[in-house]
């Protein structure tokens, strides 16, 4: 009852941030464990913020060589832990050990509904990476290794993204790799295209897809030729190729080239409620500019389209308005407000979607005639929250979008130098 009046009635979770220090000279672990959803007393926090649990902090070591000789998550390491009561905004826990552990895990079995930030050191957050036997803790330190960034987190994750034993780990090592702007990340990736686990595939399909190349073009154009045994990982990758196509890069490939693969998905990719092509929409709809995009989406619009299919490209044609030209985008108005006097539900939500989208007040004017007309009160409501949507993004103006667009080429000028930069170091280390 204690648990449950803290996380129905009160509402919300735990956010900690867990620090780790170790004395050798007189073997104390230290842990200081902050709740940072509790607001600062000056600024209205109270005790009512803070959660009271009781949580096991586990102390690991490596398995020793006569245990295994695989010295993996899969290993069983050897794990003292301690459970202590957390229930002030921060505290700090002391604990006598025989020796160092190699790492520190926070809620031993991760009972708790909750978030950890853990602030380790690298070779705290490796150990746990490589030993921790619950999947959940070694997600929380790869988040951790992301954050720290280098080389060395590259290399560390990279293998991880190899070798770990579930596929959840693996899918979240992907997602995270590809935040560490370096472009030895690139090859991290590459490898988990061939994953056994389509989860992992299609994770690692869509970091490779933030990573706006024409190499990463290369990757998963292959994909999208060859297929695969997943609808999901073709679907991402052909989603994939087209933000790539859309994204202000010097080096990329053609217009032409993109549309052409994504032309020949939705001509021969027929399959289960319409994924792969479905992909190949939302591919098109992230090449913002292109005339030829929008006029392959609008096709399939058409009442004859199968519905699957049909309902996402009324959807893209929110996603492609914003970089079309005042008389495209008077079309997409036009053909959105055509859809609009549809009485299916479905229909009807995927325009209010569309239209949520967009940056122009025109598609006001037809949400509330949507709005007006639909007998269905959760059409209504959507269609509401989208004019407040649109409201806000009509007030951007192309300064600002301009301004995205330089900040977004001062960040690959920096992770061009912060590469060579890895690199240098890295041979230097060797010599």
């Not at 280098?150 to 997602?175: C, H, Q």
């Not at 549309?259 to 939705?266: A, D």
Request: aromatic share 8%; net charge positive; hydrophobic share 40%.
């Amino acid at each position: 009852m204690f648990l449950f009046d803290q996380y129905v009635y009160r509402g919300g979770h735990p956010d900690y941030k867990v620090a780790y220090a170790w004395d050798g000279d007189n073997k104390l672990a230290k842990v200081t464990v902050t709740q940072t959803q509790v607001k600062d007393s000056k600024n209205g926090g109270n005790s009512k913020d803070v959660f009271d649990l009781k949580i096991p902090i586990g102390f690991g070591y490596k398995p020793k060589k006569d245990d295994s000789d695989d010295s993996s998550a899969s290993s069983t390491p050897n794990l003292k832990t301690f459970t202590v009561r957390v229930y002030e905004r921060e505290q700090s826990f002391y604990f006598p050990l025989e020796e160092k552990p190699a790492f520190i895990s926070f809620d031993v079995g991760n009972k708790y509904l909750k978030t950890v930030v853990l602030e380790y050191a690298v070779a705290e957050l490796k150990a746990q990476l490589q030993f921790d036997p619950d999947p959940v803790s070694r997600i929380y330190a790869a988040q951790a290794l992301a954050k720290k960034g280098g080389l060395e987190a590259v290399k560390t994750l990279s293998e991880v993204l190899k070798k770990d034993p579930f596929w959840g780990v693996r899918a979240e090592v992907a997602s995270e790799l590809v935040e560490i702007k370096l472009d030895q990340a690139f090859e991290g990736l590459v490898t988990g295209l061939k994953d056994k686990d389509a989860r992992v595939r299609r994770a690692v399909v869509g970091a490779l897809g933030k990573i706006k190349t024409h190499e990463t073009y290369k990757a998963l154009k292959s994909i999208v030729e060859k297929g695969d045994a997943s609808y999901y990982v073709e679907a991402a990758a052909a989603t994939a190729i087209g933000g790539i196509a859309g994204a202000n890069l010097d080096q990329k490939p053609t217009d032409e080239q993109v549309l052409k693969e994504l032309k020949l998905v939705l001509k021969e990719r027929q399959g289960w409620n319409e994924v792969v092509r479905s992909g190949a929409i939302a591919g098109l709809a992230q090449m913002k500019t292109s005339e030829d995009a929008l006029n392959l989406i609008l096709k399939y619009t058409a009442a004859a389209t199968p519905q699957a299919l049909r309902l996402a490209t009324i959807r893209a044609l929110g996603t492609i308005s914003t970089g079309q030209t005042n008389i495209n985008l008077e079309r997409i108005l036009q053909r959105l407000t055509e859809l609009s006097r549809e009485t299916f539900f479905l229909t009807q939500v995927s325009v209010v979607t569309a239209l949520g989208q967009m940056e122009t007040s025109k598609a006001i004017r037809i949400l509330r005639s949507l709005a007006d007309q639909t007998p269905d009160g959760r059409v209504r409501r959507m269609a509401d929250e989208a004019v407040q949507r649109v409201q806000k993004n009509a007030g951007s103006d192309a300064a600002v979008k301009q301004l995205r667009e330089e900040l977004d080429e001062v960040k690959k000028d920096n992770q061009d130098l912060k590469s060579r930069l890895e690199n240098l170091e890295a041979k230097s280390k060797k010599n």
